[in-house]
């Protein structure tokens, strides 16, 4: 184990989380809050730590695979265990296993929360949690790639933390790669910005609200959410951003290349596209029982299904009171996610094409044994390493789903029957935020206990890091010598 470089990669990690709550407590003078030690004593903090091991000297040529998973994993627990100081130092969240939570959903992007009264919260505070999605959805790390001098190095880091089957480069040298990756997801950010500014919401509300669809995350600074604003055109542009963000951003490099046709012909962008409306228009047709309007049933329809199916979890109506077959269809946009490469979570559009054609390759198989079928996705013929890795990853998801689900099933709290209890663990594993039932997009996580919490907010590590980080981290093997 390459300890030097694991410590020196994780106190530059703390030395860039410090900088992003300094932006958060800049924000905090500008209102004119007192919120100033929430934010200067975990600073300090980091600083105090990161800055002295930030100049050790390292081998960056000797950062292999195990590496890479163990600076990933350890790195999303600082980083969580951090961004919980603010809530919890200025008495925001005055119970550090719920500040915890908050933190770890924000910068997973899972956007479940614990607060009963959002808009009681210094706007700094609010600015952090949504800040938090941000930061997490395009990773922290490939936001310091560039300062790792070795491109050998860092692909394992960024491959540890990229979400999706499998991940390349765009450009040969990695730096280019996380510089086009933030220049692109920067720009995206301040063009929904500027959008909602025309739509009418405020400045400050367009910002925070930005930020969270480009993590894919969906903390709102209005205890009703986006349905607060009643606006059809903020709802039109919230639903076309979360449809961007989760799209592979390869996609994006492609349409900057010039390569736009070749963009589109995307098999997994067609795929989600396609899935998406399909779900919007059969919701909406079974919601007319509902709304008595197809118009009507449609706008709520087409922002919840791009919402949960980007992992978002934004809210403009309570799908609690849905008919069972639009809370079905619901339920598979969880588990399906978004795009592999972008910023949502699930299991990914991807891995549902990999294992839909290794099924039926099967069984055609089965029918022609001689027959050697070759499966393809995005025209590349895939290995079976990978088609056994997306098996494999499956699998661990589904059994972890089930675990966690019956570990907080010891909870029993008003409400919590067995589809609140499940809906919790899936929507926590796919990094989607509401789920059902006393989990519902209405309600939210804060009568679990403090042992639920902190089963839940490692399930949504777990499901961030896309499983198997976490897991090696824990492995003894992984830290010997050889």
Known sequence: ????????????????????????????????EQTFISFLIPIAILLAIGVPFAFLKYNSNNIRAKEGFVIVALVWIILSLFASFPFFIGG????????????????????????????????????WRSFTHWIGGMGVLVFILALI??????????????????????????????????????????LEIIALLIAGMGLYDSVVHSLATAGTGGFSVKQAGISYYNSVAIEVIITLFMFIFGVNFNVFYLILCGQVVKA???????????????????????????????????????????????????????????????????????????????????????????????????????????????????????????????????????????????????????????????????????????GFNGVGPMSNFANYSWFSKLILSFEMLIGRLEIFPMFILFSPRVWKGK
Not at 3 to 24: D, G, Q
Not at 97 to 122: C, M, V
């Open 149 to 190: 001098p070795s491109d050998n190095g860092a692909m394992h880091i960024f491959k540890a933390e990229s979400p999706g089957p499998s991940v390349g480069k765009f450009v040969s040298k990695l730096k280019h790669t996380a510089r086009i990756l933030y220049s692109i997801y920067i720009a995206l950010t301040i």
């Open 264 to 434: 589109i012909k995307s098999e997994e962008f067609i795929t989600y596209l396609i899935v998406l409306l399909f779900a919007i228009i059969a919701i909406a047709i079974n919601l007319l029982s509902v709304y008595n309007d197809f118009w009507t049933a449609l706008r709520y329809s087409s922002f919840q299904v791009v919402s949960i199916s980007s992992t978002t979890g934004f809210a403009t109506a309570d799908f609690n009171t849905w008919p069972v077959f639009s809370q079905i269809i619901i339920i598979f946009l969880m588990i399906m996610g978004a795009c592999g490469g972008s910023t949502g979570g699930g299991v990914k559009v991807s891995r549902m094409l990999i294992l839909g054609k290794s099924s039926y390759a099967n069984f055609k198989n089965l029918t022609s044994p001689r027959q050697v079928l070759t499966i393809r996705l995005e025209n590349e013929k895939l290995s079976n390493e990978i088609v056994n890795n997306v098996k494999n990853y499956i699998i661990f998801w589904a059994v972890i789903l089930f675990i966690v689900t019956l570990m907080i099933s010891i909870d029993s709290f008003y409400g919590a029957d067995f589809f609140t209890h499940f809906s919790a663990s899936l929507t926590c594993i796919g990094n989607v935020g509401p």
């Open 92 to 127: 925001h969240i005055p119970n550090f296993f719920n500040a915890f939570f908050e933190a770890t959903s924000g910068l997973t992007t899972t956007g479940a929360t614990i607060l009963n009264d959002i808009e009681a919260l210094p706007k700094s505070i609010l600015f």
């Open 1 to 32: 184990m390459n300890y030097k470089a694991v410590i020196n990669v994780l106190a530059k990690t703390m030395i860039i989380e410090a900088f992003f709550m300094f932006l958060s407590m800049c924000v905090g003078f500008y209102y004119g």
